[in-house]
């Protein structure tokens, strides 16, 4: 979004701005084949990247390859990066603020760039087209990745160009292959985005000033690894600063930004007007405050000011009214300390960071004068915070009273000598900037915040009337102190080395108060004289020296020449011994040797030597061979390559470059089937060039398929009806059916000729085959009375029709057909004559029938043909199918809506034969909303049109168009009416509103034609073709119909008429040597087309004649191969060795042959490493034990153990194994010397000893063992010295007698609790009395440990999971205990069957303790925060925040390396609802009124791990707050936030920290 002070309208406009930016910077660095778009589009909008030829990217090292900024297109040109001169540029304009808008959130839609490769979707010949134009195609004879060669619209005879562009990446160059980058590659190449890491800061620059605070900076690159194949960039910062050189300058030093501006004197820019001495002076009023940081210099003497640098120099203040600085182009926070980021500011007594107690407040009025000026005040030095108001008499700015401002030599500095300052201005008093509002003010104000330097006078000018004035000041003097109160400390803190490598640092001298030594201001010390500075050497430990790299050769072979030395500034360190470049001006200070030292050519004259031409390394299809250089003298001496190397060398060529045999096929031919499934077949040959070759020359593995299954339209079949009624109302019948072909694909009753007449089912239920009785009821029996018998009816009476059911419909939609079958039947139900049911009518065979295929649409209802009274009003109604209209037979016209209604209005008003004037006529009738009186334009929408006498025109709605497309007229109806709407004879003519008008529809199609193909024949006719297609101007295609169809050009005509010629003959010439010098080849000869002259032709004059052909197969000497016999042993008996074989170049039936004829890229390995058991190289010796002394106070001997190598030298004991040490200590069997220490209470024997009181009695006993005194196996703690002073009652009595005495007893140490490594052991520890019982007389002080560290041995361990892969040799995923930070913890190894596994920790707590959330609800209000802070379900909230999700986590990926947890891992976290969320990431959309509801959880417990107590959380967003808990240990975090919309992450800086508990 836009910063403070933009408008709506900069704000959408730098957001489009930026939008499109981002676009075109994405595509450039990720979507690379879009580049000339990015070129055009950086070149359009002028981000001020330069070409990288530019005299701006010689400090980047541009050579000769150029990127996407290249001046020109040519074959050096790489598309795919920025170079170093672009990334500079771009990456300063983002650094410079000009990137903010790039992190707002899209409000629109957000388009994604393809995962498709753009050639997967363009084909090469449309890459053609979008480059050259339609009709253009690949050049069938440069057909290569690396430019995109194209034909002209015309056809390849007029040559292939290129504008020097790749072919799109995923284009197809072959089987399995594709273009990447301008290269043909396998397409199962690595192409997985790999995302980037930063790498470690750098070193911190030079300080930018040398006081007055300046800035050092450091930057790190995203190269831990570089992001690839589109993966994400870096995120985080890439610079960061710090603050340096922050004591003030000294008074009276330069201006920062006026010595900027002073580096341009003398330059004139070519700038009109401009002298050859110009002075520049700072520009620091009317800059607006986005531009504060760019250097704007003015012109001494005027007003003229102009922009000199983008940016100024880091630590410039952004102002003179603020304490901010510039840096990297953008003003940044800072105090009145000059410290980044610092919050101090000066006091009203202008002490930075100081309590306002240093000065007081003098104030004033003076209201009393004479003509001319008059003293107000004296302004004393040291003054701060002044502020002056004059106050007009009358309150108008005119006024005869005026502020000004001299010095104590009466020098004015405002309004002096009666001259008054009307504009606004600013005043410098010695770097104390005074701002006058100016005279034209009804209170004139001078004021200024800065310490003043030197005593002023305040003065006012009285002239004119002489008004008294109201002048009233007020300022702050410091206060008077005692000077002994504070003093100048030279010993500050130390500043910064004023050299990289044996330099000086000073300690800041700084003024402190006697009493507590506490630093104020220095203003307070500045009558007292500054002390010496302390001063000490720094950086001793290295020196800088100017090193010479590297000589060149010398310039001159023979004679007097010199060679080029490359010198650079080297950093010597002078304990470690090594070197390092550093910037050529760190020694500066040291005079460079000269970059030339003579030489001379020892004239001898060198040349390269060749051996013979190796075989070439492919049969066809342009191979390489090579051949052995050597460097020869002109003595015929061989000499080093290096001094030949500047001499040209050819030791490669091309060879076979004629073409490689390949698979060619025909057209597909039509499906072999006129319905249903069949196939459809090609022809497919091996051919070189144009001649046909057998298949063995081609690969057989890419040979094309011949064959391919097609499907047509289902077949017509046989359909049959219901069966119809019996055919006997009693006793047996049979019923019948209709049978039809029909094509169900166009739903069409058929000729049955068209079906296959065998599969014809039939139409009647015989009594055999398809025999369906049908018996309704027994007939009556008739009883036979005489003889006589009924007459016969006629055979016309029994006779009748037979029909079955119709057919469907014979189209989908619209108006068809549909047929039945019908037949004439007799009493048997047979087929008898139509005549016979001729007394019948006939039922119907075939009927219309209709289904609609769109629907009725209608528009709105035009206005009322009439303005008042009766009139029309009609609307449009289209028939519509798929939002297109079709033809309104296509729609049922009985539901079709009426197109025209009446419509009455309210009758019409009398018209006035004279208008009233303004104030009698009212604007409107009532209850009327339109007036009386029209514009011009008015009558044309309104249909009323004034005349004389009452008459006035009417006009009725447009007609339509009289023409669809290319322009036409529009009519309507005009008549003259009278008021009462009635047919009048006369209105105004000159006011008759138009009868016509025109009206264009937009422009009819037109037939656009392509350019003709080729001709088929060279000779003796042929034809010719091309695209000709009805399309409108702006390229849409129309239907055929709708364009005229007699000027239809023709699309296919005759060429090439003339007969062949008779005297033309292809002539063969000999045959070539075989290809392959052994092995399988070809052979080629030269075929041409020539006269009966045998001269020359071009091959389509023989085109009519077939081709000889111009290559075949030939097979030379069988090819040599390699030979590899089995390896040997390894060449060591233990640890690292090499195995060998024999490897030799073999030809059958000869054997061994020199290994220059076998091919070298296919030799086999001839050595590999191997490896034995690990060498024992090192050993524990053990010298001889010291004697035990004979005192019971010694209880231990020792002797020497040492680590010898192979010859007896001692080493580390690393080097030894730890678990075969021999003792170096044991204990001496000497008789015991043991104290035990107890401890009695007086009180049992106070009666017999006279204690006074009750006390506590402690002594030692001496005791020969330990071993008597062992009760519930617990025994006492003893002591070699008695480790307590006795009490001195124990000698007053027999104490023994009276007292329970009590000691501290252990038993025996558990076993270790770790089987390897560090672990722990336990004991009981208990105070006992000599009854046996608990007591708590015991001496805390003494209470022996209960648990005591163990260590086993030395466990084998792992750091890492790639560590117990490769050792291991373990693919599977699993849990794994490593080695982290001396503890031995368990670890999920996951990947193991990959490259580099990665680790994560298991959580024991769960999915419930460790989840990040952001949620989903927000208010209706977001300014308030309702059920304090909880949530409820029944808020007043909506559920729609697009960004809400919540996610568990069951294990979490760590960073060993870095100790950090991976928070965007979620390979094993579950998103139980909405988005994914980031481990330890919460937030939410809910309030702005610091009301957080997003959560997220870490519980670490049972992990060994915990949160590093410099875990921080950063708030993103607007409103954002963060609420954070941890637990005591760091095993637990919870957090809370949200914002409106904001949430919380890891800082970025320092990411999510871990250690181990």
């Known amino acids: 979004m836009c910063q403070t002070g933009c408008t709506d309208q900069q704000t959408k406009q730098r957001t489009r701005a930026w939008e499109f930016f981002y676009f075109i910077y994405c595509i450039g660095l990720h979507d ?24 701006k990217c010689k400090e980047t090292g541009i050579k000769h390859q150029y990127h996407v900024m290249a001046p020109t297109l040519n074959y050096h040109t790489s598309p795919w990066t920025w170079s170093k001169c672009s990334q500079k540029y771009i990456t300063e304009f983002l650094d410079t603020g000009h990137g903010e808008c790039l992190l707002d959130k899209p409000n629109g839609r957000i388009y994604d760039l393809s995962s498709q490769l753009p050639g997967s979707v363009y084909d090469v010949n449309k890459q053609c087209e979008l480059m050259f134009g339609p009709g253009s195609q690949v050049c069938p004879y440069l057909k290569q990745c690396r430019r995109l060669w194209c034909t002209s619209a015309e056809g390849v005879h007029k040559g292939c160009r290129t504008q020097h562009m790749p072919l799109a990446d995923g284009t197809n160059c072959g089987p399995g292959m594709h273009c990447h980058h301008g290269l043909c590659v396998n397409k199962e190449m690595d192409t997985r985005p790999v995302d980037g890491d930063w790498g470690p800061w750098g070193p911190y620059s030079s300080c930018s000033r040398t006081c007055g605070g300046g800035i050092k900076s450091t930057t790190r690159l995203c190269n831990r690894p570089e992001p690839r194949n589109g993966g994400k960039y870096c995120v985080g910062r890439r610079m960061k600063f710090r603050s340096c050189n922050t004591d003030s300058c000294p008074k009276g030093k330069q201006d920062f930004r006026e010595k900027q501006c002073s580096d341009f004197d003398g330059k004139h820019f070519n700038i009109h007007g401009l002298s050859p001495n110009v002075r520049w002076l700072p520009k620091y009023s009317g800059i607006a405050m986005k531009d504060r940081c760019k250097l704007y210099c003015r012109v001494a003497g005027t007003t003229n000011f102009y922009q000199l640098k983008d940016r100024v120099a880091d630590g410039t203040p952004c102002g003179t009214e603020t304490n901010d600085i510039c840096v990297q182009g953008l003003c940044r926070q800072a105090g009145c300390d000059h410290v980044l980021n610092s919050k101090a500011r000066r006091d009203r007594c202008g002490v930075c960071g100081g309590d ?157 108060r006697k009493s507590d030594h506490m630093v104020v201001s220095d203003q307070r010390c500045d009558h007292l004289p500054l002390p010496l500075l302390v001063t000490e050497r720094c950086n001793t430990d290295c020196e800088l020296r100017w090193h010479i790299i590297g000589k060149s050769e010398c310039s001159s072979l023979c004679g007097q020449g010199y060679k080029s030395l490359d010198i650079h500034c080297m950093k010597y360190s002078i304990h470690k011994g090594h070197t390092v470049p550093v910037d050529d001006h760190y020694c500066g200070d040291q005079l460079k040797p000269p970059t030339r030292e003579p030489c001379h050519g020892d004239c001898v004259l060198t040349r390269w030597h060749y051996s013979e031409w190796s075989q070439c390394s492919r049969s066809c299809g342009g191979g390489e061979r090579s051949r052995e250089s050597y460097c020869i003298n002109n003595f015929g001496h061989r000499l080093a390559d290096r001094e030949c190397q500047e001499l040209p060398r050819v030791t490669t060529e091309n060879c076979n470059e004629f073409s490689c045999p390949s698979w060619a096929t025909s057209e597909w031919s039509e499906c072999l089937v006129t319905c249903g499934k069949g196939t459809r077949q090609r022809q497919v040959w091996c051919q070189l060039n144009e001649d046909h070759l057998s298949d063995g020359f081609c690969d057989p593995s890419t040979k094309p398929e011949s064959l391919r299954p097609c499907e047509l339209h289902a077949c017509a079949s046989w359909q049959v009806g219901p069966w119809g009624s019996c055919t006997a109302t009693c006793g047996q019948g049979y019923q019948m059916r209709a049978v039809k072909c029909v094509n169900e694909l166009l739903s069409a009753v058929l000729d049955d000729r068209l079906c296959h007449g065998a599969s014809r089912p039939s139409d009647r239920q015989t009594h055999f085959s398809f025999e369906q009785d049908c018996i309704v009821t027994p007939c009556p029996i008739i009883p036979k009375i005489g003889a006589t018998s009924l007459p016969a009816l006629p055979m016309g009476k029994i006779a009748q029709w037979r029909y079955g059911s119709w057919t469907p419909c014979s189209v989908s939609c619209g108006r068809g057909n549909q047929a039945r079958y019908v037949s004439c039947r007799d009493a048997h139900d047979r087929i008898a004559d139509e005549s016979y049911c001729a007394h019948l009518p006939r039922p119907a065979e075939i009927a219309v029938c209709f289904s609609p295929c769109g629907e009725w649409q209608t528009g709105n209802w035009s206005p009322c043909s009439a303005s008042c009274g009766h009139g029309k009003t009609t609307r449009q109604v289209l028939c519509i199918s798929y939002h297109q209209p079709i033809n309104e037979n296509y729609c049922d016209p009985e539901v079709r809506p009426v197109i025209e209604q009446e419509c009455n209005l309210a009758a019409c008003p009398p018209t006035y034969s004279h208008f009233p004037s303004s104030s009698e006529q009212p604007s409107h009738f009532p209850g009327r909303n339109f007036p009386l009186t029209h514009k011009a334009e008015d009558n044309q929408n309104q249909g009323v049109h004034p005349s004389i006498r009452g008459n006035q025109w009417r006009t009725g709605p ?201 091919d070298q890229s296919t030799r086999p390995y001839f050595q590999r490493k191997c490896w034995r058991r690990d060498c024992i190289q090192y050993r524990w010796v053990a010298g001889e034990w010291l004697d035990c002394s004979t005192s019971c106070k010694k209880r231990e001997t020792h002797r020497q153990v040492k680590c010898v190598g192979a010859q007896n030298t001692q080493v580390n004991e690393s080097f030894c194994d730890p678990s075969t040490k021999p003792l170096a200590i044991r204990k001496c069997r000497n008789p015991p010397c043991k104290y035990i220490v107890v401890t009695g209470d007086s009180s049992q024997c106070a009666g017999n000893c006279g204690f006074s009181y009750q006390q506590r009695i402690t002594y030692c006993i001496e005791i020969p063992s330990t071993e008597k005194y062992k009760l519930h196996e617990l025994w006492p703690i003893d002591y070699q010295e008695c480790p307590v002073l006795p009490s001195p009652q124990v000698y007053k009595c027999n104490f023994r007698t009276c007292l329970h005495m009590a000691t501290w007893k252990v038993g025996k140490w558990s076993k270790c609790s770790v089987t390897c490594g560090v672990g722990i052991m336990e004991r009981r520890v208990e105070c006992i009395a000599d009854n046996g019982w608990s007591s708590d007389l015991c001496l805390k002080s003494l209470k022996p440990d209960a648990q005591e560290k163990c260590y086993v041995h030395d466990c084998k361990t792992f750091t890492s999971c790639k560590e117990i892969q490769v050792k291991n040799n373990i693919t599977k995923d699993g849990d794994y205990y490593l080695n982290i930070k001396g503890r031995i913890i368990k670890i999920y190894c996951a990947g193991m069957h990959l490259q580099n596994p990665k680790e994560y920790i298991s959580l024991v707590k769960g999915e419930q303790d460790n989840f990040s959330e952001v949620y989903g609800f927000r208010l209706q209000n977001p300014y308030e925060c309702p059920f304090n802070g909880s949530r409820r379900q029944d808020c007043e909230c909506k559920n729609d925040y697009l960004a809400a999700g919540h996610t568990v986590f069951s294990k979490l990926r760590i960073d060993l390396n870095s100790m950090q947890i991976k928070t965007t891992d979620l390979l094993f976290a579950q998103t139980v609802f909405g988005n994914a969320v980031p481990f330890a990431t919460a937030g939410d959309c809910y309030s702005a009124a610091r009301c957080p509801q997003g959560q997220f959880s870490i519980n670490l417990a049972g992990t060994g791990i915990k949160i590093s107590s410099t875990a921080k959380w950063l708030a993103q967003g607007t409103y954002a707050s963060v609420i954070i808990h941890r637990s005591q240990d760091g095993t637990k975090v919870y957090g809370r936030c949200g914002g409106f919309c904001g949430k919380c992450i890891p800082h970025m800086t320092t990411g999510l920290p871990i250690h181990v508990i």
């Open 958 to 1158: 447009w007609g339509s168009c009289s023409s669809s497309c290319a322009g036409g007229i529009q009519r309507r109806v005009v008549v003259c009416q009278d008021e009462n709407g009635q047919s009048a004879s006369y209105c105004n003519a000159a006011s008759k509103p138009p009868e016509s008008k025109h009206c264009d529809s937009g422009p009819c199609p037109r037939w656009s034609y392509g350019s003709w193909g080729e001709c088929t024949q060279t000779c003796g006719g042929g034809i010719k073709s091309r695209f000709v297609i009805c399309q409108f101007p702006n390229g849409q295609m129309s239907r055929e119909q709708n364009c005229e169809i007699l000027n239809k050009p023709p699309s296919v005509v005759q060429c090439h008429v003339h007969a062949c010629p008779d005297d033309v003959s292809w002539h063969r010439g000999p045959w070539k040597s075989c290809s392959a010098p052994c092995g399988k080849g070809l052979k080629y000869r030269e075929v041409i087309c020539v006269d009966q002259f045998h001269g020359k032709l071009e091959e389509k004059y023989c085109s009519h004649l077939q081709k000889p052909r111009t290559h075949k197969a030939c097979r030379s000497v069988r090819c040599p191969s390699w030979k590899a016999k089995r390896w040997k042993e390894c060449s060591v008996t233990c640890g690292s060795g090499v195995q060998q074989r024999d490897v030799y170049c073999r030809l059958r039936g000869i054997g061994r042959v020199a290994e220059e004829k076998c």
């Open 32 to 55: 690379k084949h879009f580049w000339p778009l990015s070129l055009v589009i950086l070149y359009m909008t002028r981000f001020n990247v330069p070409h990288d030829d530019s005299f």
């Open 356 to 512: 306002n107690s240093s000065c007081r407040t003098m104030a004033g009025a003076f209201n009393n004068a004479h003509y001319g000026y008059n003293v107000v005040v004296k302004i004393p030095p040291g003054a701060t915070n002044i502020d002056i108001l004059q106050h007009s008499y009358s309150g108008k700015p005119e006024d005869d009273n005026y502020l000004a401002l001299s010095d104590t030599q009466g020098n004015f500095l405002l309004n002096g000598n009666f001259v008054v300052s009307m504009a606004k201005k600013e005043i410098n008093v010695q770097g104390a900037i005074f701002e006058y509002s100016g005279s034209n003010n009804s209170i004139e104000r001078i004021n200024s915040t800065d310490r003043l330097e030197e005593e002023l006078l305040l003065q006012v000018l009285c002239v004119g009337n002489l008004y008294n004035p109201d002048v009233r000041y007020s300022f702050n003097i410091p206060m008077e102190e005692k000077s002994d109160l504070f003093t100048w400390n030279p010993y500050g803190p130390w500043q910064d080395c004023t050299k990289m490598c044996q330099g000086l640092h000073r300690r800041k001298i700084t003024c402190v």
